[in-house]
């Protein structure tokens, strides 16, 4: 599958390419008092609460009527695993019933579900009982996957068991800023690592279970690591071990090896890719500070470039090589986030074509790319870091749950609508 160049001012995407934005539950949903993040926040662990968020658990129909009118063709959402089961072993039928509606109204509105089992958040009594530390953690999980893929099997053929490992791990074990907020706590780390591995093999194979042509893959955080000075070897040997870590340590946990072997990779249907940034590193001192740098955030860095509100660095070109990278795993690629946190409309519209742009350059090296969502459908609850990361194609008004379109919505749909990237 190529993009195809009708002209040296256009590219066009593959038929059947895959449009539209992502979001996650607690992000957007409100009012999830059963699961991990919403106890850190009542008790005051974390700086910001989510309350009723974009209050989407009621107004996902509207929600999805924008999408539609935006020219998608798909939306990526996220099953509340805490709703589903609130207690353990309990099913909940309303939540159930409420997300086959939710996929329900997907499908009428001609937006293709792609569904994630587990962007970040655990239900309050599996986090309890030690979450991701617990031996039995991946058959949870993978129990309630079965559930989920027994009642919206049918209508869903795209499924991400989890949303980017490497970070749940990272913020919650090492950085310390997300439920459990546990700081270097390096030995758990890895055993919930491990253990998240091994949910998402189980939660692949129920998956296939129930639907044999289902797509199974799950969101890759995918950061362009590159060393702060190529010249100094510390730089790179430091960046060579991060970049291990981070890119490829949970795709070998799970089978996938790199390069591509001649055996297509086990459990992984596609791989999604969500690229925001690069990481520039630096190594210092001695010991693991040596070994494994820090990120360096230097603004006067020689090669560094716009930055987005919250301080991630806008790096459209490092999307092609990271695509390249990831398609020697031998499966299809899917962007399932990029999205820039700001109020600069022109920033956000510049941020979107320099990306496509850089997609449209990986398809036409034929490396193959099922779709693109941009982060996000609209502004919402950015984890600690609370309302004010403004990713949304729409803003929110918190107050009256008012969204307001942005204005990149009417050139983004030219291009979703038809599947053409004017350059
Ligand atoms: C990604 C997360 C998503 C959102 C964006 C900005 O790492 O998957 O929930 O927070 O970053």
């Known amino acids: ?16 390419f895959l449009w539209g934005a992502a979001t996650s539950s607690h992000q957007v949903e ?20 989510s309350g ?9 129909e509207q929600d999805f009527d924008l999408a539609r009118s935006w020219g998608h063709n798909s939306h990526r959402l996220s099953i509340e695993w805490s709703r589903i089961e609130p207690s353990q072993g309990k099913w909940n039928r309303e939540a159930l019933a409420h997300y086959r509606a939710v996929i329900h109204a997907l499908k009428q509105r001609g937006l293709e579900p792609i569904v994630t089992l587990h962007h970040f958040t655990n239900p309050a009594w599996f986090a309890r009982r030690g979450g991701w530390l617990r031996r039995d953690s991946a058959m949870l999980f993978s129990r309630y996957a079965a559930r989920v893929v027994e009642d919206l099997g049918q209508d869903v053929r795209y499924w991400l068991t989890l949303n980017e490992p490497t970070v749940y791990v990272t913020q919650g074990y090492i950085n310390g800023v997300w439920p459990p907020c546990l ?13 998240l591995a091994r949910a998402h093999i189980a939660a692949y194979r129920e998956i296939h279970q129930f639907r044999a042509d289902a797509m199974v893959g799950f969101a890759h955080n995918a ?18 071990v991060r970049d291990a870590i981070l890119n490829r340590a949970f795709f070998y946990l799970i089978g996938a090896r790199f390069p591509k072997s001649r055996r297509r990779s086990p459990c992984l249907d596609f791989i999604g890719i969500n690229y925001y940034s690069r990481s520039t590193i630096r190594s210092f001192g001695w010991g693991l500070g040596a070994l494994l740098g820090r990120v360096c955030t230097v603004s006067s860095h020689n090669h560094s470039g716009p930055m987005s509100d919250i301080g991630w660095e806008i790096y459209p070109a490092g999307l092609p090589s990271v695509l390249q990278r990831f398609s020697h795993y031998g499966v299809p690629l899917f962007v ?6 700001t109020d600069d409309e022109a920033l ?4 979107i074509m320099q990306h496509l742009k850089a997609l449209a350059e990986a398809l036409r090296n034929g490396i193959k790319v099922i779709g693109y969502l941009y982060w996000t459908l609209m502004d919402n609850y950015e984890w600690a870091m609370g309302t ?15 969204r307001r379109p942005r204005p990149c919505v009417d050139d983004f749909k030219r291009i979703c609508r038809e599947n053409r990237l004017d350059v």
């Not at 009723?52 to 996902?60: K, S, T, V």
């Not at 004010?388 to 008012?402: I, R």
């Open 223 to 240: 950061p362009l690591v590159v060393p702060c000075e190529p010249r100094r070897k510390r730089d790179r040997i430091a960046a060579l």
């Open 336 to 341: 399932t986030e990029n999205g820039v946190a």
């Open 348 to 351: 956000r519209w510049d941020f």
């Open 1 to 16: 599958m190529t993009a195809r160049t009708v002209s040296d001012d256009a590219y066009h995407f593959p038929p059947g």
């Open 183 to 195: 700081k270097n706590a390096r030995a758990k780390a890895v055993v919930v690592f491990r253990n």
């Open 52 to 60: 009723e968020a974009c209050r989407h658990y009621d107004l996902y």
């Open 30 to 49: 409100g009012n999830n008092r059963w699961n991990d993040w919403w106890e850190y926040e009542q008790s005051g662990r974390l700086p910001h609460r």
């Open 388 to 402: 004010d990361a403004h990713f949304g194609l729409a803003a929110v008004d918190l107050t009256t749950q008012e």
